[in-house]
């Protein structure tokens, strides 16, 4: 299993991040994503991986709940660290996008971040890590314009994959609608998947599947994820995430598709090393 997003450089690891690290590896993890939220947390990403480098993978960007009003400066130290990175090269732009879920003072600066980190995220050849809550149509209309601005026209891709046999990032923590889903999918992203599909009230395992005519989502489009500390799948709910609790996550995909386990984490894996060059 791989874990496309998770937030190991968070305090609540810090005391047995040796021991938390071995339990992960004991249970199958392969290695794990460490995205960035800020420019504050350079040095802690950067501290974590250089810690367990190979297994700690490093991505910097600007989330959409930390702009404020110097959203720019944020940006510039984030760039510089991006084109010059301490130890292991960042395989990714993020955590970046938009939420509008608790404030909308800065929907502005938010857009203008989320386009100024797509940019970067062309010019460097990386793929992106896109937050996106509450948010959806202002996101993909974001990445269209962007899409159109790098000259990646939609005829040149072929409908249900991604161009060029490649994806061009990841909606992370997808649990939108079989419609929105489509949208991503079609504009050439992954969807990462985590603890929420194993929520009792969670509509995205029925999403997943044919119903009412609709086709399913392809399983070669979905990665796995944590968003570790938080969104523990079921059983776990409520305390703070670990990786190998994917499998939870792996158990309720595979309901779903009514695919074996192993099916799910082999597809996924391979999936998350195509995105992200591992």
């Known amino acids: 299993m791989i874990d496309t ?3 190991i450089d968070d305090p609540q690891y810090a005391d047995q991040l040796d021991a938390f690290i071995r339990d992960q590896q004991q249970a199958g993890v392969e290695c794990i994503i460490v995205p960035g939220v800020n420019d504050d947390s350079i040095a802690s990403v950067d501290a974590v991986c250089r810690q367990f480098p190979g297994y700690l993978l490093p991505a910097a960007g600007l989330h959409p709940e930390e702009v404020r009003e ?10 510089r660290a ?14 970046i996008g938009l939420d509008y879920h608790f404030d909308t003072t800065y929907r502005a600066e938010q857009q203008d971040a989320f386009r ?18 509450d948010a959806t149509e202002d996101t993909l209309r974001i990445v269209r314009e962007q899409m159109v601005n790098a000259q990646m026209v939609h005829d040149q891709m072929v409908h249900g994959t991604c161009p060029n046999g490649t994806c061009l990032g990841v909606f992370h923590c997808f649990s939108g609608s079989y419609e929105t889903a489509r949208q991503i999918l079609d504009l050439g992203f992954c969807l990462g998947i985590g603890g929420v599909i194993t929520f009792k009230n969670c509509r995205l395992r029925d999403q997943l599947v044919p119903a009412d005519g609709r086709p399913a989502i392809p399983l070669d489009r979905l990665v796995l994820e944590t968003d570790a500390p938080y969104m523990a799948p079921v059983p776990f709910r409520g305390r703070r995430n670990e990786s190998r609790w994917m499998t939870y996550v792996v ?27 591992l």
Not at 261 to 272: G, L
């Open 70 to 79: 110097d959203y720019r400066l944020r940006l510039d130290r984030i760039r």
């Open 116 to 133: 100024i980190q797509l940019q970067w995220a062309a010019e460097l050849d990386l793929p992106v890590i896109i937050h996106s809550r």
């Open 5 to 7: 997003h998770a937030h």
């Open 82 to 95: 991006l084109m010059q990175p301490a130890v292991t090269p960042y395989i990714a732009v993020g955590e």
């Open 251 to 277: 158990d309720t995909l595979a309901a779903a598709y009514n695919l074996p386990a192993q099916t799910i984490i082999d597809v996924t894996s391979r999936n998350a090393r195509t995105l992200f060059r």
